[in-house]
């Protein structure tokens, strides 16, 4: 018998809320059902334009709202764990719903092992077509790194578990002080949170069982902010873990290629400035260097 919360983070998500409040009252009705614990539900509102929690008290009572101080994007998420009382917390986007089933095969890993911090579910398109989730392992070449996602139909290490969809265990999460606010507003948290883990021996597990359908970017604008927020967060975690001589060295000669030849060079620069620039704000957060399993090595 396991208790677990699923926390839903919302903002000006009225037209994502029913099917995932839906899917997600039928999950914690297998789960409940199958004797395998109780489940609460609770959505956490980043506040935002509309009056989400309304409709979630109108339509979905039995659901918890809770509203976060601010928008702070995930790092809301570091406000509210601290007072939870479940041993295992599951972080959803709002803009997925998930199998009815999804729920035992994300949390069973914990149980199993106890060195499991994190579990990240498999996400397929919105019409179950394709797969936009799943294992993530770490590649590189001359210096440059990137992460490549390998799909697998057993549970298996990743590099990560995806923040849209993942599990965690709340004392280890508490433990690793949450999310790391360099990475404000979003983009490359999840990744760092999970290397963190890794660094104290904590596996993060891909779980293919676990299924959600995700309607990719509907929760976030598409534009040049995104791709600045994703390529800015990509900057920090090498710069971050991917500390070695040889790999600052190849970087560098990375990113010149990319302002002599790429036509995004302008924005390509203005990153890498601002990523050096966290580090120098940032000063006391340590670089780590990073020893990973031979696994999460390229090629998966």
């Excluded at 770490?138 to 799909?151: A, D, K, L």
């Excluded at 999840?190 to 891909?206: K, M, P, T, V």
């Excluded at 967060?233 to 790429?262: C, D, K, N, V, W």
């Amino acid at each position: 018998m396991t208790d677990v919360c699923v926390v839903v983070l919302n903002w000006n998500g009225q037209s994502h809320l029913p099917l995932l409040v839906e899917s997600l009252q039928l999950a914690k009705a297998t789960y409940e059902q199958q004797g395998f614990g109780s489940c609460r539900l609770i959505v956490l509102d980043n506040p935002g334009p509309t009056d989400d929690l309304a409709w979630i008290q109108l339509h979905a009572p039995a659901v918890e709202c809770r509203r976060a101080p601010a928008n702070d994007f995930l790092y809301s998420y570091n406000w509210l764990l601290p007072q939870l009382s479940e041993p295992y917390v599951v972080l959803l986007n709002n803009d997925l719903r998930v199998d009815h089933q999804f729920l035992h095969p994300l949390i069973q890993p914990f149980l199993a092992q106890p060195q499991v911090f994190a579990t990240s579910a498999r996400s397929l398109s919105w019409d179950g077509q394709s797969e936009n989730g799943a294992a993530f392992c770490v590649n590189g070449r001359r210096g440059w790194n990137w992460w490549q996602m390998e799909s697998s139909d057993t549970i298996t290490p990743t590099l990560f578990a995806v923040g849209g969809y993942m599990a965690v265990d709340r004392a280890k999460f508490l433990a690793l002080g949450g999310f790391d606010p360099l990475f404000f507003p979003a983009y490359g948290e999840d990744i760092d949170l999970c290397l963190r883990a890794w660094e104290r021996g904590w596996q993060s597990l891909y779980v293919p069982d676990s299924v959600v359908y995700h309607r990719q970017g509907s929760s976030w604008e598409i534009g040049d902010r995104r791709d600045r927020l994703f390529r800015l967060g990509h900057l920090l975690i090498l710069e971050r873990y991917f500390t070695s001589p040889g790999q600052r060295a190849g970087r560098t000669l990375h990113l010149l290629r990319q302002l002599l030849h790429a036509p995004s060079a302008l924005a390509v620069l203005r990153c890498w400035i601002e990523a050096r620039l966290r580090w120098w704000r940032y000063r006391g957060r340590r670089r780590i260097p990073l020893c990973l399993p031979p696994m999460l090595l390229g090629p998966c």
